[in-house]
C-alpha cells in the first residue's frame, strides 16, 4: 500500500483555508493511513550525532532527577495538591520537543507537565517554586504542578482537565495557519485522554481545516488506575485517527532516538502542509498516577521489568557506551544534574511565598 | 369555495414577514408542492409552497408588502370547476381573526417599543445624529467594524459564514471577510470552544458564536476552565482575549432545552465578563469593547430583541464602557433594576406606574460581571425602595445578587424589603398559556413595584 509520492503530490494542493470544501481530505483517492509509519519503519532511529546524544541524554536525566525530588518534596509536605511525575516517559518529550523548531512551534500537555517545561530548557528553580507555591514559580505560585505556562518558550500549558488541552492545542495549530507563521503545535495528552469525546471533535476539524498539529497520545498503559485494555475498545491508538483520515504512527516511546525519528517524519509531514499526524508513543510511568496513588493496579514485577528492560535513560546510556562513551563522564552529567536539581530544591524551599496582595490580581487584565 | 392562503409563520418567533415575489399570476394553475411565493422574514427568505390544488384566483397582497401579520389572507385559491373570485376582493370575514391588512400583531408577550420617555445614554454626545438600527445589524456592525480594524480578529460558529447565521446575525461577514476570518464549523461545540480558545491563547482575537446559548452547556468546561481561569493560573503570562456570543434566555414557544438564561450561571465566575445588553446601541458599544477586552468575554444576547430597532449613534467609532449600568429612565419613587430583555419590560411597567403616580427609574445593569454595584445603591439611596425583573429563574440568580448588595451595602436606604420579579421556577414548558405563565411580564413587574412602595 505504498503510495506516498501521489498522496505527498494531491496532499500538497490543499490550500491553508478553513473552508476550502474542495480541498477535504476525502477528496485525495490515495489517502495511505499507513503512510508515514512506513516511512518511519524505513529509518526506525534517528543517527544522532555523539554532542545530540549527549544532550538527550543530559535532558533525560535532569527530568528524571528533577522528577524524584519533586517526589521527595511532597512527601515532605513542601508540594501540595496533585502532583504528576514524568519518572519513566522522558524520552517522549525529549525525543519530539527536540526536533522542534522553538522560534516557531508551540507546545501544550496536560498536567503532567513538569518534563515538557524542562525540556525546553526552563529554569529547573522556577518550576520547582511554582510546585511549592513561592511567588518566584512561573506562574507565581498560583497555578502550581498542573498549570504552568512559558509563553516566551510558546509551552502553552499545563492543563488540568483531561482532554482539555487537544482542542486548544487545535486553537494554536488554527493560530499558527492563520499567521502563516509556519509553525506547528506539539499537543500531548495520554491514553485516558484519547476517550474524551472533544479530542474527536478536535480530530475532525483539524484534518478538515488542515491545521498543522501533530496529537500525540502518551500511552503510559493506565488513565490513573486503569488500564487501556479495560477502557478503551481500541488500544492501538495510532488507529484512532482514521476515521477522520488523519495518518497514525506507533512509536516506541522507550527510545529517544525512536521517538526523534518519528518526530522527523511527523513534523515535515505536517509542516508541509498536509495536516494533522496522530502519534502513538508507547512508554510507562514508574511512579503512580499521582502522588497520593498507591498503584495496586499493577505488579511490582511488571513496574520492575519496565525498570530492567526499557527504561530509556539505560537504553541511551548503553547506546553512548557502545560508541565509546566512557562511564565517568556520564557519571560526571549525573552529579551536575544532582546538584543542579539540589539547587532548585533549595530555592523552592527557601524562596518566599507570594505575598497576600497576589490573591487579587490578574483575575482580569483589563479595569472596568 | 375559495382556499384562504395566509401568512405562514416560518420560524418560532416570526410575527409578520414581508411578501417579497409572487411566483404564479392571478389565474395560474396551483399544483401541490409549487412554489408560489417568496417571504421575507427578520432571518430569512422563505419559499412558501402550496399544499392545496386549483387555480390561483386572487392575490389580496401586493409582492414588497412589508409586515403582513403571520395568519392574514394573502390570496385565494379556486377549486377545479368554481367560479374564479369576484373582481373585487372579497370582504373579510369580521369573526376571523387574522385580517389581510398588513398590520402586525405582536403576541402579548412581544414587547412594544420603548416609550419615549427612554433616558438618553450620556455616552451619545449631543447632536449626535441616530439611525433606526435593528439589533441584530448593530450586532453585526460592531464584529465589521472590529474585524476592519483589527486582523487578528475573526468569526467561528455553526452557520455563521455560508448560512450568513442562523439568526442572520452574522449576515455579510463572509463577503467581506472571507473564509479564513468567518469560518463555519461542524456541530461540535466543545471542541470548536476549545479551539477558538486555544486560537486566543496563541494571540488571535476569536469570536465564537454559539446558535444558542443553551449549546454552550457542552463548552462550558472552555468557557470556565480553560478561559477564565488562564491569565490568573499563569501568573498574569497568558492571556485570554475572547468573546462567545449567542442567543440567550427563552425564545418562544422552543420548549425548556432551548430557553434558559445563563447570565447568573457565568456572572458567578471570576475571570469572566459577562455582558447582557438590551438596545441595539448597547449591543454595538458593548460588542465593539468585547472584542477589544484583552479578558474573555461572555456576550448574552437575545433572539426575541434581535429585530427590534433602537437608535444607534452615527459615531465612527461607538464603544461603550464595560461594568458601567445605565439609566433608562429617571425615577423618584421606585427603582427597577433589570437586563436584557427586562428592560423593555421594565420600561413598560414604568409607563404603567406612571399614570398611577409612581416614577419608577430603571436601572440597566448592562455588565452582569463586573457588576457595577454603585448604579444600583446610589439608585436606592435616592428611591429608597427597589425590585429586580429578570428573565431567568429565580434561584441564585442575578436577582439574588443584586438583593443581596442591598442588604450588605444599601440597608440603610431600604424603606421596604427589595422583592425580585423572575420566572417561575419550573423549567420553561412548551404549551402556550403555561409558557405565558412561566415567564415574567410587565403586569408582575409593574405589581412589585407597587407592593414595596405600599400602594
Not at chain 1, 516517559?89 to 508551540?106: C, F, K, P, Y
Not at chain 1, 527504561?311 to 544534574?337: C, F, H, N, V, Y
Not at chain 2, 448597547?282 to 426575541?304: H, Q, T, Y
Request: proline letters at 6%; hydrophobic letters at 40%; aromatic letters at 8%.
Amino acid at each position: 500500500m505504498a503510495k506516498q509520492p501521489s498522496k505527498a503530490a494531491s496532499a500538497a494542493k490543499k490550500p491553508a483555508s478553513p473552508t476550502n470544501a474542495a480541498a477535504a481530505p476525502s477528496d485525495d483517492p490515495d489517502f495511505v493511513l499507513g503512510s508515514l509509519q512506513q516511512a518511519f519503519e524505513a529509518n526506525k532511529r534517528y543517527a544522532a550525532d555523539e554532542a545530540e546524544m549527549l544532550e538527550f541524554y543530559r535532558q533525560m536525566l535532569l527530568i528524571r532527577r528533577f522528577e524524584e525530588k519533586a517526589g521527595q518534596l511532597y512527601g515532605l509536605g513542601l508540594i501540595g495538591g496533585f502532583c504528576h511525575l514524568y519518572i519513566g516517559q522522558e524520552a517522549v518529550a525529549i525525543g519530539l520537543q527536540s526536533a522542534l523548531d522553538n522560534d516557531r512551534d508551540s507546545v501544550i500537555t496536560g498536567y503532567r507537565d513538569h518534563g515538557h517545561m524542562l525540556a525546553y530548557g526552563i529554569d529547573p528553580k522556577v518550576i520547582m517554586a511554582e510546585l511549592t507555591g513561592r511567588e518566584a514559580g512561573i506562574s507565581k505560585g498560583k497555578g502550581g504542578s498542573m498549570h504552568m505556562f512559558s509563553t516566551e518558550h510558546k509551552f502553552y500549558g499545563g492543563h488540568g482537565i483531561v482532554g482539555a488541552q487537544v482542542a486548544l492545542g487545535g486553537g494554536l495549530a488554527l493560530a499558527h495557519q492563520y499567521n502563516e507563521d509556519g509553525g506547528i503545535c506539539l499537543a500531548y495528552f495520554g491514553d485516558g485522554a484519547a476517550n474524551q469525546g472533544q479530542v474527536y471533535e478536535t480530530f475532525n476539524m483539524a484534518a478538515l481545516w488542515n491545521l498543522p498539529i501533530v496529537f500525540v497520545v502518551e500511552d503510559n498503559q493506565y488513565a490513573m488506575g486503569t488500564s487501556t485494555k479495560r477502557s478503551s475498545a481500541e488500544t492501538r491508538f495510532y488507529r484512532r485517527g482514521t476515521s477522520f483520515r488523519i495518518p497514525g504512527m506507533e512509536v516506541n516511546g522507550m527510545d529517544v532516538l525512536e521517538v526523534r525519528a518519528a518526530a522527523e517524519v511527523a513534523f515535515a509531514h505536517v509542516r508541509a502542509g498536509k495536516g494533522p499526524v496522530l502519534m502513538e508513543c508507547n512508554t510507562y510511568r514508574y511512579r503512580g498516577h499521582s502522588m497520593s496513588d498507591p498503584a495496586k493496579y499493577r505488579t511490582r514485577e511488571e513496574v520492575q521489568d519496565q525498570r530492567d528492560h526499557h527504561d530509556p535513560i539505560e537504553r541511551l546510556k548503553k547506546t553512548l557506551i557502545e560508541s565509546g562513551k566512557g562511564e565517568d563522564e556520564l557519571k560526571s552529567i549525573d552529579k551536575a544534574i544532582r546538584a543542579e536539581v539540589a539547587q532548585a530544591a533549595d530555592f523552592a524551599e527557601t524562596s518566599p511565598e507570594p505575598g497576600a496582595g497576589e490573591l487579587y490580581t490578574d483575575v482580569l487584565v483589563g479595569e472596568y | 369555495m375559495a382556499i384562504e392562503l395566509k401568512m405562514p409563520a416560518l420560524s418560532p418567533t416570526m410575527e409578520q414577514g414581508t411578501l417579497a415575489k409572487w411566483l404564479k399570476a392571478e389565474g395560474d394553475r396551483i399544483e401541490p408542492g409549487d412554489i408560489i411565493a417568496e417571504i421575507e422574514t427578520d432571518k430569512a427568505t422563505m419559499e412558501f409552497e402550496a399544499i392545496d390544488e386549483g387555480v390561483l384566483s386572487k392575490i389580496l397582497i401586493e409582492a414588497g408588502t412589508e409586515d403582513v401579520a403571520v395568519g392574514a389572507v394573502i390570496a385565494l385559491i379556486e377549486g377545479e370547476g368554481e367560479e374564479p373570485a369576484e373582481a373585487s376582493a372579497p370582504e373579510p370575514k369580521k369573526e376571523s381573526a387574522p385580517t389581510p391588512t398588513p398590520t402586525p400583531t405582536p403576541s402579548p408577550r412581544a414587547e412594544k417599543p420603548a416609550p419615549a420617555t427612554v433616558a438618553r445614554d450620556p455616552a451619545i454626545p449631543e447632536g449626535t445624529r441616530l439611525t433606526s438600527t435593528a439589533v441584530r445589524e448593530a450586532l453585526r456592525d460592531a464584529m465589521a467594524e472590529e474585524m476592519r480594524r483589527d486582523p487578528r480578529v475573526f468569526v467561528m460558529g455553526e452557520e455563521v459564514a455560508e448560512y450568513q447565521g442562523a439568526y442572520k446575525v452574522t449576515q455579510g461577514l463572509l463577503d467581506e471577510f472571507g473564509p479564513k476570518r468567518v469560518i463555519d464549523t461542524p456541530i461540535t461545540e466543545y471542541g470548536f470552544a476549545g479551539i477558538g480558545t486555544g486560537a486566543a491563547m496563541g494571540g488571535l482575537r476569536p469570536i465564537v458564536e454559539f446558535m444558542t446559548f443553551n449549546f454552550a452547556m457542552q463548552a462550558i468546561d472552555h468557557i470556565i476552565n480553560s478561559a477564565a481561569k488562564t491569565n490568573y493560573m499563569s501568573g498574569g503570562q497568558m492571556r485570554c482575549p475572547i468573546v462567545f456570543r449567542g442567543p440567550n434566555g427563552a425564545a418562544s414557544r422552543v420548549g425548556a432545552q432551548h430557553s434558559q438564561n445563563y447570565g447568573p450561571w457565568y456572572a458567578s465566575v471570576p475571570g469572566l465578563i459577562v455582558i447582557a445588553p438590551f438596545d441595539a446601541a448597547d449591543a454595538k458599544g458593548l460588542l465593539k469593547a468585547a472584542i477589544r477586552s484583552e479578558d474573555p468575554v461572555v456576550f448574552l444576547e437575545n433572539e426575541l430583541v434581535y429585530g427590534r430597532s433602537f437608535d444607534v449613534p452615527d459615531m465612527d467609532d461607538y464603544v461603550l464602557p464595560i461594568g458601567k449600568a445605565r439609566i433608562m429612565r429617571e425615577g423618584s419613587d421606585v427603582t427597577i433594576v433589570s437586563y436584557s430583555i427586562g428592560i423593555g419590560m421594565a420600561l413598560e411597567a414604568a409607563a404603567t406606574l406612571a399614570d398611577e403616580g409612581i416614577e419608577a427609574e430603571v436601572i440597566d445593569l448592562r455588565t452582569l460581571r463586573p457588576l457595577d454595584k454603585q448604579a444600583v445603591l446610589t439608585s436606592l439611596a435616592k428611591t429608597n425602595r427597589l425590585i429586580v425583573a429578570e428573565e431567568g429563574w429565580p434561584t441564585c440568580s442575578i436577582a439574588s445578587e443584586i438583593i443581596s448588595i442591598c442588604m450588605e451595602e444599601g440597608f440603610d436606604h431600604l424603606d421596604a424589603p427589595v422583592l425580585r420579579v423572575c420566572n417561575e421556577d419550573v423549567p420553561l414548558p412548551y404549551a402556550a398559556n403555561l409558557e405565558k405563565l412561566a415567564l415574567i411580564d410587565p403586569a408582575r413587574i409593574a405589581e412589585a413595584a407597587r407592593k414595596v412602595c405600599y400602594k
